[in-house]
């Protein structure tokens, strides 16, 4: 309560300014407007710079690069309709399609099910699947691949469970690509089965409808948005990522991998522009199907809604308990393998435990260096990041000035999440690394990995800042100014206590996707600055699969670590700065 004391001291204080003559308030409110107004314009044009510069400037730069040869020169769609004429292009783009639907289905059913027996039944130990149905999101991707690799690979334990199909193509890529994509899609469905009207439920029991029926009209319609919501994401993430590929793929090509054989393996940038420019399509087309169910969506819980409770059921509680318990067995099995993989010496000739793998000296130059490189990009993301990202939602949502930059500044805070980061970054090589750009000094170094990654991942952040200061009434800058007060002092004062917990939510999400990010990044490292996620394929091309592991667990521990300070911290923050949610 005592960090809502500043606002409330603005309230009891009023009446110190309304004994003034209008005229001397008039002139003390619009003083007080226009030096709020200064401030959130030079916030505002900044933020326009760094989009324009690190956004809107790189993307433009990739389709130039589309339309040109190896010299340079305009060559309009003419490497389009070359790209397009080879056979095994429309293979790849087939088999991301094919890749894209089928993890999609599986993911949407698995972890529709999952939220259903979390927030529809009675089970035991839902906290704890609950924790375990989100621990895949805290691992890089390319954990999965390599533990599937220990699993059913040639030399793995359980390879007969594929009766002679390899490892090493769709099924391991459907199988990696599902376990990482899991806990995205939870999420947004739990989210979405979670807020419920227990009177639609009492009417249907009312009118004798059979619980089946009754889950097909009441609870499937109400979870609907929320369902095709998580499913688009899904389908965004599975399109778009390149490490599972890279790993498990074998000869299996999609466009993620395709970008990366075009650019790093035969140096082909422009091929590998027009390939970017292919992986972008299916990535717009979801996100402008998420953006449109979006707006459909409408509040089916209110202020005269009761929260539904649900009742034990013996036959439903029980097979809720067994799917979960069988989802969470696939989960720690995967995740444990790995951690069993890094610690086995010589994989499979020397099964000896030991930490052999996690001298990473012995493996390459850099050593540990890939990994405390890794720390400090997490932390340098989510310091400038979640700075960055809450200053610029603030000033969009509270600014009362430059309208039309406003609304143009939230179009672009949304236009990163349609962008692949493999696009992004490829994006980066050919804007920074051009000798006629200024900004060509950051190239190769931390900064730019630091700034790719918060313009990677600047939307998710974003929707959440705006979600939280939409909380705060309308009338406290207004109050302050017309006392006098400085919005930043509000700012500081009720602002930042009141969206603690968001800055918070922020704040770890960047580290922990900085921690694990791989395509983003993976056009845009130097020696000195490669992260652990870069290492740990590096060293999986090599051969160098337990030492991968061993990179790869460590990323794992690392952010579990962070997490489970997050809960502590979140802990603190309601006694301290959310006391006044409590009645």
């Known amino acids: 309560m005592a960090s809502l004391l500043p606002a409330k001291a603005i309230l009891n204080s009023r009446h110190q300014t309304t004994s003034l003559p209008l005229n001397v308030r008039l002139a003390i409110l619009k003083n007080a407007v226009t030096k709020n107004n200064v401030i959130i314009a030079f916030i505002l044009i900044l933020l326009l710079v760094m989009m324009g510069t690190f956004v809107i400037a790189p993307l433009f730069s990739m389709l130039q690069k589309s339309m040109q040869n190896d010299a340079g020169q305009f060559v309009g769609l003419a490497n389009f309709v070359e790209y397009f004429s080879y056979s095994s292009v429309w293979q790849s783009i087939r088999n991301t399609l094919f890749i894209g639907v089928t993890v999609t289905s599986l993911v949407g059913l698995f972890a529709f099910f999952y939220a259903y027996a979390l927030t529809r039944s009675c089970m035991p130990f839902k906290g704890l699947f609950s924790i375990l149905g989100t621990a895949p999101i805290l691992a890089p991707s390319l954990l999965p691949a390599l533990s599937l690799i220990y699993i059913l690979g040639n030399q793995g334990i359980a390879k007969e469970l594929l009766m002679g199909h390899s490892i090493y193509g769709p099924i391991g890529i459907t199988i990696g690509l599902t376990f990482w994509c899991f806990p995205h899609a939870l999420m947004i469905i739990k989210t979405s089965l979670r807020t419920s009207d227990a009177r639609l439920y009492e009417a249907a029991k009312a009118l004798n409808t059979s619980p089946l029926k009754t889950f097909f009209i009441v609870t499937l ?28 793929g074998g000869s299996y090509n999609i466009l993620a991998t395709d970008i990366f054989k075009q650019v790093v393996g035969q140096q082909n940038f422009e091929m590998g522009a027009v390939t970017s420019v292919a992986l972008l399509v299916p990535a717009i087309l979801a996100f402008t199907a998420d953006r449109w169910v979006q707006k459909k969506q409408k509040g089916l819980f209110d202020s005269r809604s009761i929260a539904y409770v649900p009742q034990a059921n013996f036959i439903r509680d029980g097979l809720c308990f067994i799917f979960c318990s069988l989802i969470c067995l696939v989960i720690i099995t995967i995740i444990g393998m790995a951690i069993y993989g890094s610690l086995v010496t010589f994989w499979p000739w020397n099964t000896t435990l030991s930490l052999h793998n996690y001298n990473f000296a012995q493996f390459s130059a850099s050593g540990w260096e890939p990994y405390f490189n890794s720390i400090k990009l997490g932390v340098l993301v989510a310091v400038f990041g979640t700075t960055t990202i809450f200053l610029g939602a603030y000033c969009i949502e509270k600014g009362r000035c430059l309208g039309p930059l406003r609304q143009l500044l939230q179009m672009f805070a949304i236009i990163p999440m349609a962008v692949p980061g493999m696009v992004l970054g ?6 920074f690394n051009n000798s006629a750009n200024p900004l060509t000094i950051i190239y190769g170094t931390l900064t730019i990995l630091v700034i790719n990654t918060v313009m990677h991942y600047y939307t998710v952040g974003h929707m959440t800042a705006v979600t939280a200061l939409k909380q705060l009434p309308v009338e406290i800058e ?17 602002t930042l206590p009141v969206c603690a917990p968001a800055i918070l939510d922020i704040f770890v ?4 996707n900085a921690m694990t990010t791989t395509s983003a990044i993976i056009f845009l490292y130097s020696t000195d600055t490669m992260p652990a996620s870069v290492s740990v394929l590096n060293m999986d091309e090599a051969g160098q699969t337990g030492p991968a592991a061993a990179m ?18 979140s802990k603190l923050l309601e006694t301290t700065t959310q006391t006044w949610r409590n009645r």
């Open 478 to 494: 207004a109050i302050s100014a017309s006392l006098k007060l400085p919005q930043y002092k509000a700012f500081f004062k009720v």
């Open 552 to 569: 790869a667990v460590m990323l794992l521990i690392t952010t579990a670590l962070v997490k489970i300070s997050y809960v502590g911290v």
């Open 426 to 431: 490829l994006g980066y090589i050919f804007f």
């Open 221 to 248: 319609p109400g979870a609907k948005y929320g369902v095709i919501s998580a499913l688009i994401v899904v389908f965004t993430l599975v399109v778009c990522d390149f490490s599972v590929p890279k790993v498990i």
């Open 509 to 512: 999400y960047l580290f922990v």
